[in-house]
């Protein structure tokens, strides 16, 4: 690929602009859209405007805007640092942009790159930080694209953390000495304590922290221990706070059932570690797991605990949170989509539905080995909706028990394998039917089974029947 496929036409730079005037000609969408735009920055604006249009009008007078309702004349650019022709005239746009050249002043005419000097970026504003996308004017649909992408991604908070940071300046290069000691103090800055009291609006409790780090810059960062669920799979199912903490993580401690792509989202220079927790292969037992947790938070490691589903539904965080108390490492939990609602979705299926089921139970169904009925089955006979978490080795026990309880052998009953993804697989029945289940050994990954009256309400056009050929591949499903 030729080099000059990687070199822009434009040199992207942020032009000072506070108190300066910026100009902005027109009355319609092409004018209102540059003004709001320039008003996220404290340049004094001015709109030439002499017939604007009813809702710029109405912006134009709820804000500090200067509104000149006079024609355009070349005069009028005079002593602006920036002007944009924005009257959806091109002709008009086009002596604007001459004017503005003449006296050797940057102008843009909107829609007309090649009467442009500058072009308008897709802005991110976290003030003082800003993120501008620009494509020369090839691409703005896909600039704001990009824009969405990143708002989304970016703390609301980043802004009030930079500002704590200028604040600080003075102070660090007082306490902090220069070079890498330096910057290791703002990166724990900007990725620990401080950064995570700001983002929960403790603005008073991110200064003592940072207080505290100045203080201590030359000594360990303490560790932090995030325990994140990451969802059923599907990488735009994780939550935007677990990206984060991603994209923050020195290590990331992660199971079986979490996708590689997943694990993937994380820092690039991040350790990665495999724990291997499924059902039946375990390369790491929970209290090796937790004793590695311990030995990471000691060595100041801030570390994500990546854990398949939600970690608070059978995921054992319990164990994890009580380990990390005791020997006082400072952890937080991080909730994920547990698999029961990725299943429910991958079906349209209502797991509450009025006048139907009114209630919802997650099981295992493990416990149905004991003599007892466990509370859960006696709430199926109720009406609640069931999830079985792991249901393929147990379908057999679980239809067995509920029918002999009383449960209808016609109860419909939805069946999902790798729920949330893209390669699920979708199969239905009924009660009677479910044995058939643990015959289908081809479903290798995780399986969801739900039980209970309001499944029927689910939409099965892209599910196979339970019922078949044993030997028969389950549906697969793209959507």
């Given at each position: 690929?030729?080099?000059?496929?990687?070199?822009?036409?434009?040199?992207?730079?942020?032009?000072?602009?506070?108190?300066?005037?910026?100009?902005?000609?027109?009355?319609?969408?092409?004018?209102?859209?540059?003004?709001?735009?320039?008003?996220?920055?404290?340049?004094?604006?001015?709109?030439?405007?002499?017939?604007?249009?009813?809702?710029?009008?109405?912006?134009?007078?709820?804000?500090?805007?200067?509104?000149?309702?006079?024609?355009?004349?070349?005069?009028?650019?005079?002593?602006?640092?920036?002007?944009?022709?924005?009257?959806?005239?091109?002709?008009?746009?086009?002596?604007?942009?001459?004017?503005?050249?003449?006296?050797?002043?940057?102008?843009?005419?909107?829609?007309?790159?090649?009467?442009?000097?500058?072009?308008?970026?897709?802005?991110?504003?976290?003030?003082?930080?800003?993120?501008?996308?620009?494509?020369?004017?090839?691409?703005?649909?896909?600039?704001?694209?990009?824009?969405?992408?990143?708002?989304?991604?970016?703390?609301?908070?980043l802004g009030r953390l930079a500002r704590l940071a200028e604040d600080c300046r003075a102070a660090v290069d007082r306490t902090v000495p220069r070079g890498s000691a330096r910057r290791a103090f703002w990166r724990r800055f900007f990725r620990g304590d401080?950064?995570?009291?700001?983002?929960?609006?403790?603005?008073?409790?991110?200064?003592?922290?940072?207080?505290?780090?100045?203080?201590?810059?030359?000594?360990?960062?303490?560790?932090?221990?995030?325990?994140?669920?990451?969802?059923?799979?599907?990488?735009?199912l994780l939550t935007l706070r677990a990206h984060r903490l991603l994209i923050e993580a020195d290590t990331i401690v992660y199971d079986a059932l979490v996708p590689q792509a997943v694990v993937d989202m994380g820092r690039r220079d991040a350790e990665r570690?495999?724990?291997?927790?499924?059902?039946?292969?375990?390369?790491?037992?929970?209290?090796?797991?937790?004793?590695?947790?311990?030995?990471?938070?000691?060595?100041?490691?801030?570390?994500?605990?990546?854990?398949?589903?939600?970690?608070?539904?059978?995921?054992?965080?319990?164990?994890?949170?009580?380990?990390?108390?005791?020997?006082?490492?400072?952890?937080?939990?991080?909730?994920?989509?547990?698999?029961?609602?990725?299943?429910?979705?991958?079906?349209?299926?209502?797991?509450?539905?009025?006048?139907?089921?009114?209630?919802?139970?997650?099981?295992?169904?493990?416990?149905?080995?004991?003599?007892?009925?466990?509370?859960?089955?006696?709430?199926?006979?109720?009406?609640?909706?069931?999830?079985?978490?792991?249901?393929?080795?147990?379908?057999?026990?679980?239809?067995?028990?509920?029918?002999?309880?009383?449960?209808?052998?016609?109860?419909?009953?939805?069946?999902?394998?790798?729920?949330?993804?893209?390669?699920?697989?979708?199969?239905?029945?009924?009660?009677?039917?479910?044995?058939?289940?643990?015959?289908?050994?081809?479903?290798?990954?995780?399986?969801?089974?739900?039980?209970?009256?309001?499944?029927?309400?689910?939409?099965?056009?892209?599910?196979?029947?339970?019922?078949?050929?044993?030997?028969?591949?389950?549906?697969?499903?793209?959507?």
């Amino acid at each position: 690929m030729a080099a000059t496929e990687y070199q822009l036409s434009v040199f992207p730079a942020f032009v000072k602009v506070a108190g300066a005037v910026v100009a902005v000609f027109g009355n319609g969408a092409e004018a209102f859209a540059k003004a709001r735009l320039i008003k996220n920055t404290s340049a004094r604006v001015i709109a030439y405007a002499d017939r604007p249009r009813a809702d710029y009008a109405e912006f134009l007078a709820t804000s500090d805007i200067e509104v000149r309702r006079e024609p355009f004349a070349a005069t009028q650019v005079e002593g602006a640092v920036l002007v944009f022709a924005a009257t959806g005239d091109a002709a008009a746009d086009r002596a604007i942009v001459a004017a503005a050249r003449d006296r050797n002043i940057p102008a843009n005419a909107v829609d007309q790159p090649e009467h442009c000097d500058f072009f308008t970026p897709a802005l991110v504003n976290r003030a003082p930080i800003a993120v501008a996308i620009g494509t020369e004017g090839a691409g703005p649909v896909l600039s704001q694209m990009i824009r969405a992408e990143i708002d989304r991604r970016l703390p609301k908070t980043l802004g009030r953390l930079a500002r704590l940071a200028e604040d600080c300046r003075a102070a660090v290069d007082r306490t902090v000495p220069r070079g890498s000691a330096r910057r290791a103090f703002w990166r724990r800055f900007f990725r620990g304590d401080v950064a995570s009291a700001v983002e929960k609006g403790d603005v008073a409790g991110a200064r003592r922290n940072a207080v505290r780090l100045m203080r201590g810059s030359s000594s360990a960062e303490p560790g932090r221990i995030f325990l994140v669920g990451a969802g059923p799979g599907a990488e735009d199912l994780l939550t935007l706070r677990a990206h984060r903490l991603l994209i923050e993580a020195d290590t990331i401690v992660y199971d079986a059932l979490v996708p590689q792509a997943v694990v993937d989202m994380g820092r690039r220079d991040a350790e990665r570690i495999s724990v291997g927790k499924r059902k039946g292969c375990h390369t790491k037992s929970q209290d090796e797991i937790n004793a590695l947790l311990v030995a990471l938070g000691r060595a100041g490691k801030r570390v994500v605990r990546l854990k398949s589903g939600d970690p608070l539904v059978f995921g054992r965080a319990g164990e994890e949170m009580a380990v990390l108390r005791n020997a006082g490492i400072p952890y937080e939990v991080v909730p994920g989509i547990t698999a029961a609602f990725a299943a429910a979705a991958d079906f349209e299926l209502p797991l509450t539905l009025r006048g139907v089921a009114s209630s919802l139970v997650f099981t295992t169904g493990h416990d149905l080995n004991g003599e007892a009925l466990p509370d859960w089955a006696r709430l199926a006979l109720s009406g609640a909706t069931v999830a079985v978490y792991m249901g393929r080795t147990v379908a057999a026990s679980v239809a067995a028990r509920l029918m002999a309880a009383g449960l209808a052998d016609d109860t419909t009953v939805a069946v999902v394998e790798n729920a949330g993804r893209d390669e699920r697989r979708l199969l239905h029945g009924t009660l009677r039917e479910l044995p058939d289940l643990e015959a289908r050994t081809e479903l290798e990954g995780p399986v969801m089974v739900i039980i209970g009256d309001a499944v029927a309400g689910a939409n099965f056009d892209r599910s196979e029947p339970l019922r078949g050929k044993v030997a028969r591949r389950a549906t697969l499903v793209r959507i």
